[in-house]
């Protein structure tokens, strides 16, 4: 059974910083393309960062900059560290890894 959780989210003034994690279990991490997503009130799901299977990264041009992806395959787990938030940023984060998804975690910036 392939299961994904998201952690790291929480409350970071503007301009803070934030590291989520994607954990994996059920699958290799490394034979698929990692994807985060944010959802926030009101809005549709959006694209945020991918790295892909053979490790290129890419980001929506939003973020681009301040988000940054890494992975540890010997963990399974996919990590997002967020510098420099902004209220733009608060959301609802997802990651997937087609075609599963995980629950979210809830990012909230304060002014």
């Known amino acids: 059974q392939v299961q994904l959780v998201e952690s790291g989210g929480g409350l970071v003034q503007t301009g803070g910083s934030l590291r989520l994690s994607c954990a994996v279990s059920g699958r290799t991490l490394s034979n698929y393309n990692m994807i985060w997503y944010r959802q926030a009130p009101g809005k549709e799901r959006e694209f945020v960062a991918t790295?892909?299977?053979?490790?290129?990264?890419y980001y929506a041009d939003s973020v681009k900059g301040r988000f940054t992806l890494s992975s540890d395959n010997a963990k399974n787990t996919v990590s997002l560290q967020m510098n420099s938030l902004k209220p733009g940023d608060p959301a609802i984060y997802y990651c997937?890894?087609?075609?599963?998804w995980g629950p979210g975690t809830q990012v909230t910036v304060s002014s």
């Open positions: 997937n890894h087609a075609p599963y």
């Open positions: 790295i892909t299977s053979s490790g290129s990264t």
